[in-house]
């Protein structure tokens, strides 16, 4: 079956897309009997590109691999270059599935929240990797889905590629999950390895993370801890039913951790690690985060690295704890291409 795909954002998470679906091509069509077309494309810096037969996806890379612009797409027709805002591209595109891949705004969620509430409305599925409008807006935009008998899709929120919602739904269909536990930013993760196992102090591994490209020049989202609470959020309100909103969790980010605290942890046989943890318990959901001291003997203790993990506790198989990676070009454009799948297989 062939599913015609628009994307509003075309940075590293949709050129990541693009690539897989190119190379997996075949793979996918003999596999799952899925194809894709992509027939629309907008982008706040590289332009628009409304092709409805569908968009040579090997050519627009090329493109944009050498800084190049939509606009420069060889193969364009008249008018299928012309600038549009992705609230019209939406309108215009006879698209099925909007992969949403915009920058995150977690403080109201937009613009990202108006572009998926109007696709939805128009009739055509959701994908998105955006934290703004999963922590913000899931229950209103879940329903609004459900009403239109349309599926929104946010695995690439919270673990990148790395299964969570699928986890859950699918491999872990029956039980009930009570409370979930969780290393959920990368850069927080790498800096407090540097700090044991290298001996490093927290501003020396703070520059090398962001030397490595795994936090921003301001990386205040990653080590405050704000970027671990909004997906501490998401998983609240997701797996749990909640309403929580993130000015309600407690957050503490690891830039007041040091050396010695890091080293009189390791000398008593612990080890410290940024953790998000929330839990229902009577009806009410609760979430923090916080630095905290795992014993080594925890599964997320042993997590080091860039590398993110999970621990959910259910009534039937007991603790079940996930690792892999929570960021990258090509494990978020995967998350993506999952979802897609997904809406494929429904």
């Known amino acids: 079956m062939e ?5 509003i954002g075309c940075g590293t998470v949709g050129q990541g897309l693009l690539g897989i679906l190119h190379d997996k091509k075949d793979h996918l069509r003999d596999r799952f009997g899925f194809e894709a077309r992509i ?16 968009i040579d996806i090997p050519a627009v890379l090329d493109l944009l691999g050498k800084g190049k612009n939509l606009s420069d797409y060889p193969k364009a027709a008249p008018g299928q270059t012309e600038p549009l805002d992705p609230l019209d591209m939406i309108e215009k595109t006879d698209a099925g599935i909007i992969a949403e891949l915009t920058y995150t705004d977690i403080t109201t969620g937009e613009p990202a929240a108006s572009y998926i509430k109007k696709a939805l409305r128009l ?23 459900r009403q239109n008998g349309l599926q929104f899709r946010i695995e690439g929120t919270v673990m990148s590629g790395t299964p969570v919602f699928h986890l859950v739904e699918c491999g872990l269909a029956g039980n009930d999950v009570r409370e979930v536990k969780g290393i959920l930013n990368g850069t927080t993760n790498f800096i407090l390895t540097k700090m044991e196992t290298e001996g490093m102090d927290y501003g020396a591994a703070l520059a090398l993370a962001q030397k490595m490209g795994y936090a921003e020049a301001d990386p205040t989202a990653d080590v405050e801890g704000f970027d671990a609470l909004a997906k501490i959020v998401i998983l609240s309100n997701v797996l749990f039913g909640g309403t929580l909103k993130t ?37 009410v959901v609760k979430a923090i985060v916080s630095p905290q001291k795992l014993p080594l003997s925890d599964p997320l203790a042993g997590v080091m690295g860039a590398h993110n993990a999970l621990t959910l506790e ?5 603790k079940v704890t996930i690792q892999g990676a929570g960021a990258g070009k090509t494990e978020t454009g995967f998350s993506i291409l999952s979802d897609i799948l997904a809406i494929h297989r429904c």
């Open 247 to 283: 000015s309600e969790v407690p957050c503490k980010g690891i830039s007041a951790i040091t050396k010695a605290d890091v080293e009189a942890a390791k000398a008593a046989g612990f080890r410290y690690k940024l953790i998000a943890h929330a839990k229902k318990e009577d009806g």
């Open 3 to 7: 599913h015609k795909i628009g994307l």
């Open 123 to 145: 009739g055509k599925h959701v994908v998105t990797s955006n934290k703004g409008p999963a922590a913000l807006h899931y229950k209103e935009i879940r329903e609004m889905a």
């Open 39 to 54: 027939v629309a494309i907008t982008d706040k810096i590289r332009g628009t590109l409304l092709v409805p037969e569908g």
């Open 314 to 318: 259910t009534d039937l198989m007991g």
